[in-house]
């Protein structure tokens, strides 16, 4: 089993900052690659970016250039830095961690660019 905890959303204004962090615990030793999703009223939950247990990243082209993804192993965390954030990034963010034959989530954290 892997517990996933998301924190750092909330609301802020378009061209804005935020980072958003996942902290794993459990059976953290399977996990072979974690990322981010999002989902916005009305669409379909969709992959923002990974990043493997050895350190490759994944974007969504959306995001290349303005999110980067990090992780800091000591902490057993993922981290995701969003930056230049406009209205269209408003969302629901989950954190996917990926074991073996299974895909754990959290709980969601809730991202608004708003002025």
């Known amino acids: 089993q892997v517990q996933l905890v998301e924190s750092g959303g909330g609301l802020v204004q378009p061209g804005g900052s935020l980072r958003l962090s996942c902290a794993a615990s459990?059976?953290?030793?399977?996990?072979?690659?974690m990322g981010w999703y999002r989902q916005a009223p009305g669409k379909q939950r969709e992959l923002v970016a990974t990043?493997?247990?050895?350190?490759?990243?994944n974007y969504a082209d959306s995001v290349k250039g303005r999110f980067t993804i990090s992780r800091d192993n000591a902490k057993n965390t993922v981290y995701l830095q969003m930056n230049n954030l406009p209205p269209e990034d408003t969302a629901v963010y989950y954190c996917?961690?990926?074991?073996?034959?299974?895909?754990?989530w959290g709980q969601g954290t809730q991202v608004t660019v708003s002025s």
């Open positions: 990043i493997t247990s050895g350190g490759s990243t």
């Open positions: 996917n961690a990926r074991v073996p034959f299974r895909s754990y």
């Open positions: 459990g059976s953290i030793a399977s996990i072979y690659i």
